[in-house]
């Protein structure tokens, strides 16, 4: 997902993401919250807490099918989406650490001090900073040695190893794992410049080597999404199947994300805005955070009722993203060129008149 995200840094192009996954995640989790201690009150509220921490994050691999296009790509609405996959599974952490807190199985410190430096702020800030100076560091030595006539070959193995010496970085700091990889992905290569009209306008070497470590993490990502489906449907018949959590995964994607999103992003067009509020996917990082958690040391009952609600919602979300995304993609890009011919007219009429 970092490597998507080559446009330059602008508070007007980062500015939705940046909302997204912090103030629209906070009234999803509040909201969400409220739901899940309404209708299962036996989580009681920090179990109820821990549930929203869980489902907080949407998927940046589930959601290919809305994400840029090309490092070139400039909408906002796809741009938001692809950058709140990359962050969210990161800010999401300190609210399940909270949660875990709440409930007796973490450490919180004396008036929440611990838990606000160490896992809140710290994580947070720290693995955006160094993550990115990591990921500058070695993209100045890729283009020195591109410079220098080096082949680069073996992509496959430069973009696991960045992973993974990022991933290990993130342990040695007790960063975020989750930001220090992906700010580690915006700093590889150099912003592509917004008056870039094709994918090969000011393009270069790293370029190409960009595309090539794109289109493997794309296949790779594929072969996530696959795995993780048939793992979810084999994960299905274990489920306590009730009516509770499936209203409240109901709620949570067709009511909370929506409101959410129409509450705390205003200044996007009404169409933009649809599609935002509309594909909020659950998936990977939640089946993360359920694993962590479970193996946090919860009582089993509580573990059980986590495991009741989460799947059931990650599985809605496949259903429903799944089947409306294409037609709606289609749709919304149909309606994009439809406005940028409007806008274009209007302009031409504008000059004409004057």
């Given at each position: 997902?970092?490597?998507?995200?080559?446009?330059?840094?602008?508070?007007?192009?980062?500015?939705?993401?940046?909302?997204?996954?912090?103030?629209?995640?906070?009234?999803?989790?509040?909201?969400?919250?409220?739901?899940?201690?309404w209708?299962?009150?036996?989580?009681?509220?920090?179990?109820?807490?821990l549930?929203?921490?869980?489902?907080?994050?949407?998927?940046?691999?589930?959601?290919?099918?809305?994400?840029?296009?090309?490092?070139?790509?400039?909408?906002?609405?796809?741009?938001?989406?692809?950058?709140?996959?990359?962050?969210?599974?990161?800010?999401?952490?300190?609210?399940?650490?909270?949660?875990?807190?709440?409930?007796?199985?973490?450490?919180?410190?004396?008036?929440?001090?611990?838990?606000?430096?160490?896992?809140?702020?710290?994580?947070?800030?720290?693995?955006?900073?160094?993550?990115?100076?990591?990921?500058?560091?070695?993209?100045?030595?890729?283009?020195?040695?591109?410079?220098?006539?080096?082949?680069?070959?073996?992509?496959?193995?430069?973009?696991?190893?960045?992973?993974?010496?990022?991933?290990?970085?993130?342990?040695?700091?007790?960063?975020?794992?989750?930001?220090?990889?992906?700010?580690?992905?915006?700093?590889?290569?150099?912003?592509?410049?917004?008056?870039?009209?094709?994918?090969?306008?000011g393009?270069?070497?790293?370029?190409?080597?960009?595309?090539?470590?794109?289109?493997?993490?794309?296949?790779?990502?594929?072969?996530?999404?696959?795995?993780?489906?048939?793992?979810?449907?084999?994960?299905?018949?274990?489920?306590?199947?009730?009516?509770e959590?499936?209203?409240?995964?109901?709620?949570?994607?067709?009511?909370?994300?929506?409101?959410?999103?129409?509450?705390?992003v205003?200044?996007l067009?009404?169409?933009?805005?649809?599609?935002?509020?509309?594909?909020?996917?659950?998936?990977?990082?939640?089946?993360?955070?359920?694993?962590?958690?479970?193996?946090s040391?919860?009582?089993?009952?509580?573990?059980?009722?986590?495991?009741n609600?989460?799947?059931?919602?990650?599985?809605?979300?496949?259903?429903?993203?799944?089947?409306?995304?294409?037609?709606?993609?289609?749709?919304?890009?149909?309606?994009?060129?439809?406005?940028?011919?409007?806008?274009?007219r209007?302009?031409?009429?504008?000059?004409?008149?004057?």
């Amino acid at each position: 997902v970092g490597l998507q995200l080559r446009m330059p840094w602008s508070l007007k192009g980062w500015r939705v993401a940046a909302m997204l996954a912090s103030a629209t995640m906070m009234v999803t989790i509040a909201l969400a919250t409220l739901a899940g201690w309404w209708l299962m009150p036996g989580l009681g509220f920090a179990g109820a807490l821990l549930l929203a921490g869980i489902l907080a994050p949407t998927d940046p691999v589930l959601a290919s099918e809305v994400q840029t296009r090309s490092r070139i790509d400039r909408d906002a609405g796809r741009v938001a989406l692809t950058a709140e996959g990359g962050l969210n599974d990161g800010t999401a952490l300190p609210v399940v650490l909270l949660a875990l807190g709440l409930l007796g199985v973490g450490e919180l410190g004396a008036h929440g001090a611990r838990w606000l430096w160490h896992d809140l702020a710290w994580p947070i800030a720290g693995g955006g900073l160094l993550g990115w100076a990591f990921g500058r560091g070695l993209g100045r030595l890729i283009q020195h040695l591109i410079r220098t006539g080096h082949a680069l070959g073996w992509d496959e193995l430069l973009y696991l190893g960045v992973i993974t010496v990022a991933y290990g970085l993130s342990l040695l700091t007790a960063t975020s794992s989750f930001l220090f990889v992906f700010a580690a992905a915006l700093g590889l290569f150099p912003r592509t410049p917004p008056e870039a009209t094709s994918l090969a306008a000011g393009g270069g070497a790293h370029d190409g080597l960009s595309d090539r470590l794109l289109a493997f993490g794309h296949r790779c990502g594929r072969l996530v999404e696959v795995v993780m489906v048939l793992l979810l449907g084999f994960a299905m018949p274990w489920v306590q199947w009730r009516g509770e959590p499936l209203v409240y995964a109901a709620l949570l994607l067709v009511v909370i994300r929506p409101l959410s999103v129409f509450l705390t992003v205003p200044g996007l067009p009404r169409t933009q805005r649809r599609m935002v509020a509309w594909f909020g996917i659950r998936g990977v990082g939640s089946l993360f955070y359920l694993a962590f958690v479970i193996d946090s040391g919860l009582p089993p009952a509580l573990s059980t009722e986590l495991v009741n609600a989460t799947l059931p919602a990650i599985a809605l979300s496949v259903l429903l993203h799944g089947v409306s995304a294409t037609p709606l993609m289609s749709l919304y890009r149909k309606r994009r060129v439809l406005q940028e011919r409007e806008k274009r007219r209007r302009r031409r009429r504008r000059r004409d008149s004057a």
